[in-house]
Structure formats: C-alpha cells, structure tokens
C-alpha cells in the first residue's frame, strides 16, 4: 500500500501522460531558455544608472525577427559565441551620422536629447557615418572617460535583441 501511495504522489495515476507531460515542459523549456529568451548577467558600469553591474536579464529574441532594432533600444550585442555580449543602448540607425561633442550626443549634427543619461564627461568623438546594416551603441554611464567605455559601430547580426527587464 505505502509503494502505490509514493509511486501515485510522484507520477500520477496515468505514469505514461505524466512522463510525456514531464517530456514535453522540458522541450519548451530548452526552446524557450536555450534559443528565445537568453539569460545574461551585467558586468561594469557602462550602464548605470539603468542596470547595475552584476544585474540578471533576458534577451529576447524574437523581436527583431518581426521589426529593425530602433533607437532607444538596451541591447544585448555578441561579441564572440552567442553567450559572450555586452548590454548597451542603440544611439544610432543606419544612414544616420553619430558623433560627440563637449559630452552631448549629436545625430545628424543635431544634439539628441536622452533622459536616461544622468551624468556626462566632455566626450568628443568625430562624426562618424553609419552604412546599411549599422547601429551605435554606447551605455548609459556618460561620466566615465571616453577611453573606460567599450562603444561604437554595431553589425545588424551582432545585435541579439532587446532586454525584457
């Protein structure tokens, strides 16, 4: 009696539906976490103040097989394998040009205004010309020297997706 008490508390009444149930979630869950939603964790403080150094996210995948990354957008961008990324912000879209001056972000020669951005050093960086296929990024954290900050021209394929949170 005690052996089909454990065996029914652990598998049900219906052993196979239950296996195929178990088989099934496990599928999803390699689909969804190994493909669409990628974990990342944040090193540095290139994003601050909108993610902390050592913050856990999910890259969502899915997104940009519908539509073109857009500025604004916290991305994850892939550097080497598709584990290895750093998070940062699209500042810039293709045919656009990007540059720095006295610390403001320039598109187009125009100062473009970015709210997320609390505090900034007297970067200044030659306009720069994106092509076809091109995006700028650069983090949040503007107050660190110019030389500190990992930032620039961005391949499309490069670009994984956005961050859900």
């Known amino acids: 009696m005690r052996g089909a008490f454990w065996r029914e508390a652990f598998v049900g009444r219906r052993p196979i539906r239950t296996f195929v149930r178990v088989g099934v979630l496990v599928l999803v869950s390699v689909v969804v976490f190994g493909w669409v939603l990628i974990p990342v964790r944040t090193y540095g403080d290139s994003m601050l103040p909108t993610y902390r150094s050592g913050s856990f996210h999910l890259v969502n995948r899915v997104p940009y097989l519908l539509r073109q990354p857009a500025r604004g ?3 994850a961008v892939r550097l ?3 584990r290895v990324v750093y998070v940062k912000r699209i500042v810039g879209l293709p045919g656009e040009r990007i540059g720095f001056r006295d ?3 320039t598109v187009n020669s125009r100062p473009l205004d970015e709210p997320y951005v609390q505090e900034r050093a007297r970067w200044n960086l030659r306009e720069t010309a994106l092509r076809p296929g091109e995006f700028f990024v650069v983090g949040d954290n503007r107050g660190m020297p110019i030389e500190a900050h990992e930032f620039g021209l961005v391949r499309r394929e490069r670009i994984e997706g956005p961050l859900l949170f």
């Open 103 to 105: 610390g403001l972000l």
């Open 73 to 75: 957008d916290v991305v």
């Open 80 to 82: 080497a394998g598709w």
